[in-house]
């Protein structure tokens, strides 16, 4: 066969995707070619890989079994590839990268010129998802996660640190008024996030410990943006992360940090990529440039100077 990886790389992409049209589109090429590349791998093999219908492709038992080895043979060879590329040290290819859809749109979308601009061989496939990213099974490169990694399988390298806080607008707490300690949320309207890991409870950290306050409110969303947007609005008091306050909220005091005596145990944010023994050029490139776009931003800084 005259490239066997270029037929591994067709069916594993074609699995991922789901459809050949799907494949064809992201190849820039046509349905029956994706078609004909698969029924030549499958000649190449003696097995079926997808049972066929007229809408969907389902994997056969020896499908699945040649996606594990087809995907770490690619694996593989991208390492090769890498070793070459790191001597070489130019970045390039496509970069698969992963993260939340509100700290994309807010901290990596605006981002991406400058990091094209000084790595320009290398392109960018964006994912935002707030749902849980498998890296492997969705081929993604690098994934910019918040919160603790307990992935044992995944590397990961911390980059910045998201720090949790209680916010009101100005306006509401002149009609509301101010709690000082947290015990005093209890008598205040609080925006309510359903998909916080410890639900309609807020934790903090006290010279005694940490507390659990139990919270509630008339507004009940499922998007921490949507917390923002709440309490910008003045329905209530939030929990959220600063960096969600990209438009000087805070500074111009439209925004006021409440309880800072009291705020919880920070998050890292993390630069998470499977575990890998050569590790591209472009991955590499792309760790340490947000790196060092956080570090330089007082809302993700890892120190507190």
Not at 60 to 65: A, K, N
Request: aromatic share 8%; proline share 6%.
């Amino acid at each position: 066969m005259s490239d066997v990886l270029l037929l591994f790389r067709t069916f594993v992409r074609t699995v991922e995707a789901g459809s050949f049209t799907a494949v064809a589109r992201d190849l820039n090429s046509s349905q029956p070619t994706i078609s004909r590349q698969i029924a030549l791998l499958e000649d190449h093999l003696g097995c079926l890989l997808f049972q066929r219908t007229t809408r969907t492709l389902t994997l056969t038992d020896d499908g699945r079994i040649f996606y594990d080895h087809a995907s770490r043979t690619l694996e593989a060879a991208a390492e090769a590839e890498s070793a070459v590329g790191r001597r070489k040290g130019k970045p390039s290819g496509e970069l698969r990268l992963a993260c939340s859809g509100v700290f994309g749109r807010l901290h990596v979308l605006p981002r991406l010129a400058r990091f094209r601009a000084r790595y320009p061989d290398v392109s960018i496939a964006l994912h935002m998802t707030d749902g849980f990213t498998d890296l492997i099974e969705e081929g993604i490169d690098l994934a910019l996660r918040v919160g603790e990694i307990r992935d044992g399988s995944l590397v990961a390298r911390r980059i910045g640190t998201s720090r949790r806080v209680v916010v009101a607008t100005a306006d509401y707490l002149a009609r509301h008024g101010t709690p000082l300690h947290p015990h005093d949320l209890a008598g205040h309207p609080c925006v309510i996030y359903d998909r916080l890991l410890t639900g309609a409870s807020w934790s903090f950290q006290t010279p005694e410990g940490p507390l659990a306050i139990p919270v509630s409110g008339p507004i009940h969303v499922n998007s921490t943006e949507a917390v923002r947007a709440a309490v910008l609005e003045s329905l209530g008091i939030g929990y959220v992360p600063v960096w969600h306050f990209v438009d000087d909220e805070i500074e111009s005091g439209r925004l006021v940090v409440l309880l800072r005596d009291f705020e919880a145990t920070p998050q890292p944010i993390s630069a998470v990529f499977p575990s890998r023994r050569f590790l591209p050029p472009k991955v590499r490139a792309a760790i340490d440039f947000f790196a060092a776009e956080f570090e330089i931003d007082p809302r993700l800084r890892i120190s507190d100077h």
